[in-house]
């Protein structure tokens, strides 16, 4: 692995877009959810915490008159979420968020004393039930592990449903070889596809066929933590 994992964005989109900057929020996760007592009442005022398993490092957030939190800005990856508060049963749940969706998780406290813990162990799939957002993220062990022409990242795009490849250029030109990073996504032309890095903009403008690649950075394969491939019903944070 390299210094540093990128995260990356690929979306296939049915306009052309012009080349504008998209928030660099867009390669972390968020977290929501609410908390109830057994009684089904929604509780506030209570703590949640968000504890990375690989860096554990915390994010809080407490809850409102709603019963809801909302924590932001997390790196991708395994978290214990643990709901503390004075006159109930402290509970917790293992996550693993992914790039992009917000994911939701809701707790039921039950009265007790403060030194009684429920721990649930198993980590389950989320839901996501807070977008509309399609897509699919390819995780890092896949990236690291599948089998890459020529160590080109961007052969993975096809692990997601309803892309196909397209290895020659839609402009005019004797280039055969097409450009790397040039799919059909659900019928859409390759060059209608928006590229994110890390957040920000990676869409190469030029019209030089003999350039052979749609972004400007190619990361190495190395250093890619992992990538969501969006398909359709995108949110305003892409831009």
């Given at each position: 692995?390299?210094?540093?994992?990128?995260?990356?964005?690929?979306?296939?989109?049915?306009?052309?877009?012009?080349?504008?900057?998209?928030?660099?929020?867009?390669d972390?996760?968020?977290?929501?959810?609410?908390?109830?007592?057994?009684?089904?009442?929604?509780?506030?005022?209570?703590?949640?915490?968000?504890?990375?398993?690989?860096?554990?490092?915390?994010?809080?957030?407490?809850?409102?008159?709603?019963?809801?939190?909302?924590?932001?800005?997390?790196?991708?990856?395994?978290?214990?979420?643990?709901?503390?508060?004075?006159?109930?049963?402290?509970?917790s749940r293992?996550?693993?968020?992914?790039?992009?969706?917000?994911?939701?998780?809701?707790?039921?406290?039950?009265?007790?004393?403060?030194?009684?813990?429920?721990?649930?162990?198993?980590?389950?799939?989320?839901?996501?039930t807070?977008?509309?957002?399609?897509?699919?993220?390819?995780?890092?062990?896949?990236?690291?592990?599948?089998?890459?022409?020529?160590?080109n990242?961007?052969?993975?795009?096809?692990?997601?449903?309803?892309?196909?490849?397209?290895?020659?250029?839609?402009?005019?030109?004797?280039?055969?070889?097409?450009?790397?990073?040039?799919?059909?996504?659900h019928?859409?032309?390759?060059?209608?596809?928006?590229?994110?890095?890390?957040?920000?903009?990676?869409?190469?403008?030029?019209?030089?066929?003999?350039?052979?690649?749609?972004?400007?950075?190619?990361?190495?394969?190395?250093?890619?933590?992992?990538?969501?491939?969006?398909?359709?019903?995108?949110?305003?944070?892409?831009?």
């Amino acid at each position: 692995m390299g210094s540093k994992c990128h995260r990356l964005l690929f979306m296939a989109i049915a306009a052309v877009l012009s080349a504008s900057s998209a928030s660099a929020q867009v390669d972390r996760a968020a977290l929501t959810g609410t908390v109830k007592d057994a009684s089904d009442a929604v509780v506030p005022g209570a703590t949640v915490t968000a504890r990375n398993s690989a860096t554990n490092v915390p994010a809080l957030s407490v809850t409102d008159a709603q019963g809801t939190y909302v924590i932001a800005g997390l790196i991708p990856g395994p978290y214990v979420v643990e709901v503390e508060l004075s006159g109930f049963n402290k509970t917790s749940r293992r996550v693993d968020l992914d790039t992009g969706p917000r994911a939701r998780v809701d707790f039921k406290l039950t009265v007790g004393a403060l030194e009684q813990n429920i721990v649930v162990e198993a980590s389950s799939p989320i839901v996501n039930t807070e977008q509309a957002t399609l897509g699919t993220v390819i995780s890092q062990p896949e990236v690291a592990k599948l089998p890459l022409s020529l160590r080109n990242w961007d052969d993975l795009i096809g692990l997601a449903a309803g892309v196909q490849g397209d290895r020659y250029t839609e402009q005019a030109g004797s280039t055969a070889a097409g450009r790397t990073g040039g799919v059909n996504v659900h019928g859409v032309r390759s060059l209608q596809n928006n590229f994110l890095l890390d957040g920000l903009d990676n869409n190469s403008i030029s019209e030089n066929v003999q350039e052979l690649t749609t972004r400007v950075s190619r990361p190495s394969v190395d250093s890619i933590g992992e990538f969501n491939v969006v398909t359709s019903a995108y949110s305003p944070e892409f831009g």
